[in-house]
Structures are given as structure tokens and as C-alpha cells.
């Protein structure tokens, strides 16, 4: 969907010391406005509940400023802000050259801007108002971690996760229209990203969360972590107190070690029971419907990512049978139709589309016990040492770290199905 430029007539504005003109203004109604979304869907009007025991909340800042970065937004525990990158917002926009008292000025005269940024922004400003509620909650944690605890991230994604998915239960245009590949645009792309990829298995739920921002971005530490730091320091601080005779910064830090005890076995508790009230029953309910609108929406790749992965965790997870025979009913259809689906198309798709329906095949398959279609094992087996190459291609031409990751991943993985016996994969 394209959003033409003159939407954003702007008036070039002075920066005043690090502060622009329409600052305060344009906060108070993104805030407002953020707000009312969030609110209507109950994963946002708990989160607005557990602001509401801080004195904090109120003084909260929206603000727009550009990050070379790749975050879309951030929240400043220090300023009490949430930040919007003004790079995406441009982006989403499809502008360029503009300044960031340029944006922070259009965005507050311009409803209609702002409404585009809430709409598609909402889960993002969701995620960071979940960090800027574990900040005024657990006020150690950041001053001791150095950063955010790593088990911050587990409610901050699911949260977010389950915000999404009610939302698109209320209504589900866009998720229809992203799953046809009919309009995208990059917050939707992203925060579809953890949306799909969802399973019955919290453990791998958080595994995915903590590869990414441990290995990944490496900033982050766990509470358990951040405690042993904080105890490395008291005992640090105790050896200087009886060299110096001072023992104020020694008594300080084990007044800080006895409260970051304390906000870690409160946290500990609320996040055990944050997952516990709702795994798997969320999950499960997010794959089934994301994989019956895939399924409606004729995307068998996403179709089987979802109900294949229900299928397959579903054993011992405790589901409802009625919910748990609607996963498997619907998995063993997603896998009749995506077959029949390349038996009617395969001469109208390229190399990429077509290793993709097959790759997402075979891999279902391979996972609930179902034998891959015999008529299909030709062309699985003359397939894959096409995708190999392509994908070799394109990971060697690609500079987009993003992008190359997935190039990376499918070369290996059709590297290692090529190698295989033939149908044995």
C-alpha cells in the first residue's frame, strides 16, 4: 500500500538543544492515542493496570529521533521515554531527506500520519511500554544488570504476541492481507515475525528469545546474572571498606544486593505465572488460526509451519481433545491441499517458490509421521540441488545481514537434503 509524500507537507524547524518545538505535543496525543488502541484488547488493558500501581506512568514521553540503529523504538529508563526510530517512521512512509523537527512536526499537525504510525506501530510501543512497566516495578534491575534482564524479553515478546493475536482475532484484514503477500510494510514484517513462529513448546518459544538477543546482540543478561555481578561488587566494595576505613559504599551495595533479591523473586513469580496462566491454550489457539487463515489464504508454506509445529508438540501439552483434534484435523488437510496445490501450479513457480512449498512439505511431513506424496518424490529429488545452487547464489551476492541469515538457512538446509539419498531426506 503506498502512502504518497504529500501527506507529509512539513515546515523546516531549529533544534533547540536536543529538544524540538512540537515535543510535548506531539507526545501527548501519540501517548493518548497509543493508549486507546492498546486498550482495546485485554492484553493491553492489563498492561495499563500494571502501569497504573507506579506513579511513573504518568510523567512517560513519546519521542521521535533518529538511531543509526536497527531498532524501531526503545525505551530510556532514564528519561522516561519511549523513542520511535525516525529512520522506520520515514521509511514506513516512504520518504526521504526529512529531519527529525521535520517529522516530529508533521506527525503532530498531520491526524492522519499519526494515525498510520499507531495503527502499525501499536505492538512495538506495546513492547517498550512493557519494559518501561518493568522499570518502575523493578527499578534494581537495570542499574545493577546494566541492561535489560534477558527474562524481561520472555514477558516483553509474549505480551506482544498475545496483543497481536488479539487484534487480529477482532480483525484479521491485515493479517489476510500480509499472509496473501498483497501489502506488507516494515513494522507489520516484523512484528509478524515472532507472530508466526509460535509454538505449543514454551521452552522453544523462549529459546528463540534468548538465541536471539544472547547470541545475536549479546547485551543481555539474565536476572540470575545480574545478581552474581551485584555480588562480585559487594564483595569488592567490602575489601575496599576495610582498606580505606570507609564502609558506605560497602553498606550501600548490600542494601542494593537485598533489593534486586527481592525484586528477582517477585519477578521470578510473576513471570512464572504470567506463562503458566497462559501456555500452551494461547499458542495453540495463535497457530490454529494464523494456520486456517494461511489455509483460506491458499500460503501452504505458513499453513504448514503452523499446524505442522501444533501437530507435533501437541502430544502431552494438556489441550482441550476437542482443541487438540482441530490441530491435527487441520494439519493433515494443510498437507492434502499444499500437495495438490504444487501438483496444480509447480510449472507456474520459480525456483524459490517452489523449493519453499516443498522444503515446507517435506518438513511437515517429516514431523507428524505422514509419508511425503510418492508422486511427488521426482520432483522433490530433481528440486533440491536447484535450490542449493540458487540459494548459494544469493547468499553470496547478499549484504543484508537479515536476508543473508535466511539464504543461509536454506542453502544448508537443502545442502543437506541434496547430499541424501534420493527420497530419504
Given at each position: 500500500m503506498k502512502r504518497p509524500i504529500a501527506l507529509l507537507v512539513m515546515l523546516l524547524l531549529p533544534a533547540f538543544a536536543g529538544a524540538y518545538q512540537y515535543d510535548a505535543r506531539l507526545s501527548a496525543k501519540l501517548k493518548k492515542e497509543f493508549e486507546t488502541q492498546l486498550r482495546t484488547?485485554?492484553?493491553?488493558?492489563?498492561?495499563?493496570?500494571?502501569?497504573?500501581?507506579?506513579?511513573?506512568?504518568a510523567g512517560l514521553r513519546?519521542?521521535?529521533?533518529?538511531?543509526?540503529?536497527?531498532?524501531?523504538?526503545?525505551?530510556?529508563?532514564?528519561?522516561?521515554a519511549v523513542y520511535f526510530n525516525s529512520r522506520y517512521i520515514l521509511k514506513l512512509f516512504e520518504a526521504k531527506g526529512f529531519k527529525d523537527p521535520e517529522v516530529v512536526e508533521v506527525l503532530w499537525s498531520n491526524k492522519k500520519v499519526r494515525e498510520e504510525l499507531v495503527k502499525y506501530s501499536g505492538p512495538i510501543y506495546l513492547h517498550e511500554l512493557v519494559h518501561a512497566a518493568q522499570c518502575y516495578l523493578y527499578p534494581e534491575y537495570r542499574q545493577d544488570a546494566g541492561a535489560n534482564p534477558l527474562e524481561f524479553e520472555y514477558e516483553a515478546y509474549l505480551t506482544e504476541d498475545i496483543y497481536v493475536h488479539e487484534r487480529m482475532k477482532a480483525d484479521p484484514a491485515l493479517l489476510k492481507?500480509?499472509?496473501?503477500?498483497?501489502?506488507?510494510?516494515?513494522?507489520?514484517?516484523?512484528?509478524?515475525g515472532s507472530y508466526f513462529t509460535l509454538s505449543l513448546d514454551m521452552g522453544r518459544y523462549k529459546e528463540k528469545i534468548r538465541r536471539y538477543y544472547e547470541e545475536q546482540l549479546g547485551g543481555y543478561l539474565s536476572l540470575e546474572k545480574a545478581e552474581t555481578l551485584q555480588k562480585n561488587r559487594q564483595a569488592d566494595s567490602k575489601i575496599l571498606a576495610y582498606a580505606s576505613g570507609d564502609v558506605g559504599e560497602y553498606a550501600?551495595?548490600?542494601?542494593?544486593?537485598?533489593?534486586?533479591?527481592?525484586?528477582?523473586?517477585?519477578?521470578?513469580?510473576?513471570?512464572?505465572?504470567?506463562?503458566?496462566?497462559?501456555w500452551p491454550a494461547f499458542s495453540a489457539d495463535a497457530l490454529l488460526f494464523v494456520g486456517s487463515i494461511a489455509l483460506e489464504e491458499k500460503n501452504y508454506p505458513l499453513a504448514l509451519d503452523c499446524l505442522a509445529v501444533a501437530d507435533v508438540n501437541s502430544a502431552g501439552s494438556g489441550l482441550d481433545p476437542e482443541v487438540l483434534n482441530s490441530l491435527k484435523t487441520k494439519g493433515a488437510l494443510a498437507?492434502?491441499?499444499?500437495?495438490?496445490?504444487?501438483?496444480?501450479?509447480?510449472?507456474?513457480?520459480?525456483?524459490?517458490?517452489?523449493?519453499?512449498?516443498?522444503?515446507s512439505l517435506d518438513k511437515a511431513c517429516a514431523a507428524t509421521g505422514r509419508p511425503f506424496p510418492a508422486d511427488l518424490l521426482e520432483l522433490k529429488d530433481s528440486s533440491y540441488p536447484k535450490a542449493m545452487a540458487y540459494y548459494d547464489k544469493k547468499y553470496a551476492a547478499e549484504t543484508d545481514p537479515a536476508r543473508k541469515d535466511y539464504y543461509k538457512e536454506n542453502l544448508d538446509y537443502f545442502a543437506a537434503a541434496a547430499k541424501a539419498p534420493p527420497g530419504e531426506e
Open positions: 484488547v485485554p492484553s493491553g488493558r492489563e498492561l495499563y493496570a500494571r502501569l497504573g500501581k507506579t506513579k511513573n506512568y513519546v519521542l521521535v529521533r533518529r538511531d543509526p540503529t536497527s531498532c524501531f523504538a526503545w525505551f530510556d529508563p532514564e528519561k522516561n492481507s500480509f499472509v496473501r503477500g498483497v501489502y506488507t510494510d516494515l513494522y507489520t514484517e516484523n512484528i509478524f550501600r551495595n548490600g542494601a542494593s544486593l537485598a533489593r534486586l533479591g527481592k525484586e528477582k523473586a517477585e519477578y521470578a513469580a510473576f513471570l512464572e505465572e504470567f506463562y503458566k496462566t497462559r498437507i492434502l491441499e499444499a500437495a495438490s496445490f504444487l501438483r496444480d501450479n509447480l510449472k507456474k513457480m520459480d525456483i524459490e517458490v517452489l523449493s519453499q512449498h516443498l522444503k
